[in-house]
C-alpha cells in the first residue's frame, strides 16, 4: 500500500545518513523485473537504479513503464542524490546532452557509452581514432586470466575534440575513449574482439577511465545477477499495487546485509545466507547487529 516515492525518499535519505558521501563511481543502469508483468497491462516494471561500486550499495531507483522510458528517468534520479565529485557511468541508453547537463549541475563527471542510437557521435569518435596514438601516457593496457580464457584490455583517450561535429553541446566534454578488448577462450581457441567508445567530462586519464568503465559492470555482476540468481526477483509474483517496486527496494537492502556478513569462519554464498537465516534466529539478529 506505501507509495513507491515516499517509500524511496526515505530510504535515500537513510542511505546519505549512513554512508555520508558516495566515493568513486556511481553506476546507472535499468532492470526489468519480469515477473511483475500483470494480465491486460502493456509490460512489467522497469527500474531505473543507482549502484555505488566503491561501496557497493544500492542508492536508490525510479520507475519507467519501458525500457525506453529510462533517458526521461535518469535525470529524475540523479537529482534526488548527492553526487558531488562522484564519477556517473551510464550505458548508451543514457548518452544524451540533458543527462550530461544534470551530471555536471550535481557537480559530478560522467562517462557515457557512445554506440550507434548516436550515429554522428559515433562516427566522429570512430574517426578520430583511426591513426593510432603514439604518445604512451594516453593509453592504459590491463590483462587478466581466469575461468579459462585470457583477456587483454586496451583504453586509448584522446583531449583533441577537433573531430566531433558539434563537442559544445555536451557540458563539460573533456575527451573520448576507446576501449578495445581482446579475450581468448582456452577450451574453444577462438578470440573475441570488441571496441567501445565513450565521452567523458574527465581529464585525458587513461588508467582513471578504464578502471571506471570497468567498475561499472558491478551493477550488473554484484546486483542484478544476485536479484535473479540469488533471490529470484524475475521468477516472484508479487504485483498487486506497488509490491513490486517497494519489494525490489527491500531485497537490494537485503542483498547488501548479507554480502556484509563476516561472522562465519567459512564462506557462503547469498543464497545460502538467507536459508541459514530463515532456520536459525540467532543469525537472523546477527545480520542486523543485535
Avoid at 513507491?4 to 566515493?23: A, R
Wanted: aromatic share 8%; glycine share 4%; with cysteine.
Amino acid at each position: 500500500m506505501l507509495k513507491p516515492s515516499f517509500f524511496e525518499e526515505h530510504f535515500v535519505s537513510w542511505i546519505k545518513s549512513i554512508s555520508n558521501h558516495y566515493k568513486g563511481v556511481v553506476a546507472i543502469d535499468g532492470k526489468t523485473v519480469r515477473g511483475s508483468k500483470q494480465s491486460g497491462l502493456k509490460s512489467a516494471i522497469h527500474l531505473v537504479s543507482a549502484f555505488s561500486t566503491e561501496n557497493e550499495i544500492f542508492l536508490g531507483q525510479i520507475k519507467t513503464e519501458e525500457k525506453s522510458n529510462e533517458i526521461t528517468a535518469i535525470p529524475e534520479l540523479l537529482k534526488v542524490l548527492d553526487l558531488e565529485n562522484a564519477i556517473i557511468t551510464i550505458d548508451a541508453m543514457g548518452c544524451q546532452t540533458d543527462i550530461a547537463e544534470v551530471i555536471i549541475e550535481q557537480k559530478a563527471d560522467y562517462i557515457l557509452a557512445v554506440k550507434e542510437n548516436q550515429k554522428e557521435l559515433y562516427q566522429d569518435i570512430e574517426s578520430a581514432f583511426l591513426i593510432p596514438s603514439k604518445d604512451k601516457s594516453k593509453i592504459y593496457i590491463t590483462e587478466e586470466v581466469g575461468s579459462g580464457r585470457v583477456e587483454k584490455r586496451t583504453c586509448t583517450v584522446m583531449d583533441d575534440l577537433s573531430h566531433l561535429l558539434n563537442p559544445t553541446k555536451w557540458n563539460s566534454l573533456q575527451s573520448i575513449a576507446k576501449i578495445e578488448s581482446e579475450r581468448f577462450i582456452k577450451s574453444t581457441g577462438k578470440t573475441q574482439k570488441s571496441t567501445r567508445f565513450y565521452i567523458t567530462s574527465l581529464p585525458c586519464d587513461a588508467k582513471k577511465i578504464a578502471d571506471a568503465v570497468r567498475s561499472h559492470w558491478k551493477i550488473e555482476n554484484n546486483l542484478h545477477w544476485h536479484l535473479d540468481v540469488s533471490f529470484g526477483e524475475d521468477k516472484s509474483r508479487k504485483r498487486h499495487k506497488n509490491a513490486a517496486q517497494n519489494f525490489s527496494s527491500v531485497l537490494k537492502l537485503s542483498l547488501k546485509i548479507l554480502l556484509n556478513e563476516t561472522i562465519s569462519p567459512v564462506k557462503k554464498s547469498v543464497r545460502r545466507k538467507r536459508k541459514i537465516a530463515g532456520w536459525d534466529n540467532h543469525y537472523l539478529l546477527s545480520l542486523f547487529n543485535f
